[in-house]
């Protein structure tokens, strides 16, 4: 099961843009990568998902290296209400994989925006 | 709002009783699994339930046991409760699919604590 280390924490000022980095270096071929916020006492939220290259939504861009062995969250112009938890998670959830859903959680990187 | 929720929010148990937490899913998610989150880490994923049979395991203990309903809830019963099993559970439901990533999409969580 791939394993995922993160920073624990970042600081950064609101309108700046984020960078969250995640590195993954047993990820098998068929795991996704997929980012999720969590504030205190809620569960997680997904932000965005990708297996390799670039993935771009409303809130946020994936980039995904060649090797898929790290991948990098970035959120841009952040505000105060972005400060959270962010977790990558590597892993295939699918059922129709024999390992679904031993997907790996890391610690997370706490996030802090100031004004 | 994901449209999973979670009974009951908050709950106190001692030592060596029994539990049961509950889920509900999104309407047409026939995958739910749960995860257990102590403070300060990521969440640890338990067991996953696809069509009301276990589909995966974590490593976790034998008295964690689940259920799937077919009205998409779930149930989440750990037995001869320890200190340690005191911890967010989350659980995520998703709709399972033979191509890409899947989405999870979490509750709100139960906070456990084991007295």
Redesign the interface.
Known sequence: LAKTTQPISMDSYEGQEVNITCSHNNIATND?I?W?QQFP??????II???KTKVTNEVASLFIPADRKSSTLSLPRVSLSDTAVY?CLVG?????N???????????TTLTVKP | E?G?TQSPTHLIKTRGQQVTLRCSSQSGHN?V?W?QQAL??????I??Y?REEE????NFPPRFSGLQFPNYSSELNVNALELDDSA?Y?C?S?Y???AG?????????T?LLVL
């Open positions: 996704y997929t999720y006492s809620q569960g997680p939220r997904f998902q990708g297996y977790y295939d959830i699918r059922v129709f024999t390992n679904a859903g031993k997907s790996t959680f890391g610690d997370g | 994901t999973v995958t699994s995860y300060g880490q990521g969440p640890q994923f067991f996953q696809y589909n995966g395991r974590g967010l989350l995520a998703s399972p699919g033979l990533g899947e989405t999870q999409y979490f509750g709100p969580g906070r």
